[in-house]
Every structure is written in C-alpha cells, then in structure tokens.
C-alpha cells in the first residue's frame, strides 16, 4: 500500500513569509495529487491538483505545488503568507489504478498576525 | 443542495449503543466516499461507492461497521456496538470522477463515552 508522508506536522509562521509544506509519497507509478485545506470550524475544501503537464500547478488563494516526479514529491508553496491562510492543510495522491485517495497525516500551519 | 451534507454535525453515544451517519451528497455525483478523522491524524479511507457497482469496504476497520447507498444518492454508514476508539469525524465525500477531487461534507463528530 501507499502511502503519503507530511514531515511538517506544526508550521508556525509570522505574516509574509514564505510557505513550503512537504509532501511525499511511496508510489512508483502514475500518480494524481492533491492538496486540501481545512480551515477552523470549517469542511476540508480543494486546493489545487494535479494531473499531467506544467508540473508547476496553481491552485487559489496565490499557492501552488511542484510536482517533482524523481524526489517523489509534491510540496506546497505560498510567497507570502496571511494570518487567514491558518488552517490544517493535507497532500492526497490518487495511485493510476486506485479509486480512492490517500491522505497524509496534515501539517496544521499557524500565521501570527 | 449545493453541497454534500451530513447529519448529525454532532453525535455523542454511550459505549455499547448503535449509530448511523447520513451522507447526503451533490446530486449527480455518482462516487460517494467514508472517511475518518482522528484527532491528530489524517484521514483514513473506510468505504467507496461508485454507480451501482459493488463497494470497497476494504477500509472498514471491522464488522462493526457497515455502510449502505441507496438509489445511488444517500449513504448511510452504521456503527454497531460502538467503542471509545470509534470516536472521530466521520467525514463523506463526494466526486463527479476521479478527475474531479472530491468535495467533503462538514462532518459527524462521534463521542462515544
């Protein structure tokens, strides 16, 4: 089985500083990836994909991710960020012939104001 | 509605007793999928339903649970004999495809006491 790593599980940041959450997976094959966000009090909501292509994928609220097939990975970045984006974020990866999606354990990230 | 609902937002039961969790998902979404959320952890796949084809129950965590869709709309997932460690967020989900992402419901938080 895969399965989907997020070394970073507390990120604590000031306001306007840059963001890069890691994301890493075990599955040799064609991948789909993920990245979710669930803000406090509220439904985990889709933050951005990615399926083939432009590895460079943007997602909303200025993040993207990088798809780094030979690391196996696929972290998530923001240039700056705000006191709004706290929330818990999580990396999903969908396996080519799996029909569901495996998350990782979350990175729950903390802006001060 | 516009979005996958979940009924109740909030069940707390005594150690022993039976539950259901309504999952009311997008119309015309034809995947629904079971997922839980414990506390400090990522989200662990319980049950996959796609169409009218047989479900993956691979992830139900054992035959105390169960969980059924019907007329390829709502699901019901059923906890029986319920134990401490079956406390979390009972989330459900639902997906135009594997393509799509999923689009989450807010959640049934279970207490069992």
């Known amino acids: 089985a895969q399965s989907v790593s997020q070394h970073n599980h507390h990120v604590i940041l000031s306001e306007a500083a840059s963001l890069e959450l890691g994301c890493n997976y075990s599955y040799g094959g064609t991948v789909n990836l993920f990245w979710y966000v669930q803000y406090p009090g509220q439904h985990l909501q889709l933050l951005l994909k990615y399926f083939s292509g432009d590895p460079l994928v943007k997602g909303i609220k200025g993040f993207e991710a990088e798809f780094i097939k030979s690391k196996f990975s696929f972290n998530l970045r923001k240039p700056s960020v705000q006191w709004s984006d706290t929330a818990e974020y999580f990396c999903a990866v969908l396996e080519g012939s799996a029909r569901q999606l495996t998350f990782g354990s979350g990175t729950q990230l903390t802006v001060l104001p | 509605g516009a979005g996958v609902s979940q009924s109740p937002s909030n069940k707390v039961t005594e150690k022993g007793k039976d539950v259901e969790l309504r999952c009311d998902p997008i119309?015309?979404?034809?995947?629904l999928y079971w997922y839980r959320q414990s506390l400090g952890q990522g989200l662990e796949f319980l049950i996959y339903?796609?169409?009218?084809?047989?479900?993956?129950k691979s992830g139900l965590p054992s035959d105390r649970f169960s969980a059924e869709r019907t007329g390829g709309s709502v699901s019901t997932l059923t906890i029986q004999r319920t134990q401490q460690e079956d406390s979390a967020v009972y989330l459900c989900a639902s997906s135009q495809g594997q393509n799509y992402g999923y689009t989450f419901g807010s959640g049934t938080r279970l207490t069992v006491v």
């Open positions: 339903f796609q169409g009218n084809s047989a479900p993956d």
């Open positions: 119309s015309g979404h034809t995947a």
